[in-house]
């Protein structure tokens, strides 16, 4: 239990009243009379500071609770935010797991596709492998997004 200053004093008062009370010759009424009514103000003085003690500790733990309420909110609020984030992420990475995937499709097509003559070939303005220079650069593109965000965010899938 924690004292405060008065509380600390009134206790030291007391033990010492209480400690020497036994060696001091006895008195008459009036004056063991005013004795008792000194100690019942002692009492009533502790019981006051004791009060006040409490109500200020009840206080504190109200303003406590309250931010722990605020607190707990607020880490709801962020852990909404961040799975709301993830998921948008993860979407993501899916789509461009699919446009990979169908961009390696079109690649493999396009490699077993073999022209029926060099002037078809000349006229459709492709390469040997039937790429247009637009095709390879949003394969690539796309193959590199894909990669960095699985090293980033799955870097167990690698």
Sequence with gaps: MKFSNVNKFIFVFLSVSAYFSPFLPPS?????????REKLQQLDALLSAQRQEN?????????????????????NTISREYRSVLEGKEKQVNT???????LLEHQARAASFT??????????????????????????????????????HYPESL
Excluded: M, Y
């Design 28 to 36: 008459d009424p009036a004056t063991e009379l005013r004795l008792a």
């Design 55 to 75: 109500e200020r500790l009840k206080r504190v733990n109200r303003e406590l609770e309250e931010k722990a309420e605020g607190s707990e909110l607020q880490i």
């Design 96 to 102: 461009l797991k699919h446009q990979n995937q169908e």
């Design 115 to 152: 022209p029926a003559s060099p002037s078809s070939q000349a006229f459709s303005g492709r390469d040997n492998d039937g790429w247009d220079s637009l095709s390879k650069f949003t394969f690539f593109c796309l193959n590199f997004h894909v990669e960095q965000f699985c090293c980033h």
